[in-house]
């Protein structure tokens, strides 16, 4: 039994990751007993972990006897360098794309199977999207997700259709040999494009973010489908991508 656990197999570390884990977009505060089933511990061991969570500053505990993320476990995420590093460099040229267009600005990696969006700015005029900063969505329905797959290792395009591609709306591309091509047309013409295939009424063109010979993030606009000018939006990411790019380089030498 792992770390003295009367769980075979889970260490103290593990279960206190699963308690962290049981926080997610959809919820973000959640009871003794919410956390308990979700993260599978025992109520007792969860109510001792969610203690000792409680006391470092990963989880506050809210008027209503519920429990959140804490500002310290905040704070250190606040450290990584995708944040420090990436999303620094890039916020400056996101103000500026969302300034002249007016869209929804993203910035996203990847990270295994998905798309983890290190930060997004919209305004009044931008058209409601489901992506979020720090939030995950899939690879193959989305235009940052497009480019970020059309460029990672053939072995990770295999095991991402393997798996299966879900069908979000009418529109997205679920078939993997019609995928296959989309990707390799994404390399080709140098950005990736989406119509409505994550969020009928939406459109998306997002193009890659290169340090040196490989591609570390991708930029990308939603637009809403009616007014989309595919070409256009693409010429206009593609100095921003550039110049961060550049960026990263110098930063990194």
Known sequence: MA???REPGRTVTGRAF????????ESPRLSLTEISQRAGIPLATAHRLVGELESWGALQREHDGRYAIGLRLWEIGLLAPVHTGLRGTALPHMQQLHERTGANVQLAVRQDLEAVYVEKLS????????????????????GVGKVLLAHAPRAVVQEYCARGL??????????PGRLVRELARVRQRGFARTAEEMTVGSCSVAVPVW?????????GLVVQSARAEVT???RILTPAAEAI???LEGENR
């Not at 999207?129 to 690879?139: A, C, E, F, T």
């Not at 340090?211 to 930029?219: D, F, Q, R, T, W």
């Open 3 to 5: 770390g003295n656990s």
């Open 123 to 142: 305004g009044h005029r931008s058209i409601p999207i489901v992506s979020r900063s720090g939030g995950r969505l899939p690879l193959h329905t989305t």
């Open 18 to 25: 699963s308690v962290l884990s049981a926080f997610d977009a």
């Open 166 to 175: 879900a069908r979000h709306t009418p529109y997205t591309i679920a078939e």
């Open 232 to 234: 256009k939006l693409a």
């Open 245 to 247: 790019g550049r960026q």
């Open 211 to 219: 340090e040196g010979e490989g591609v570390v993030a991708a930029l």
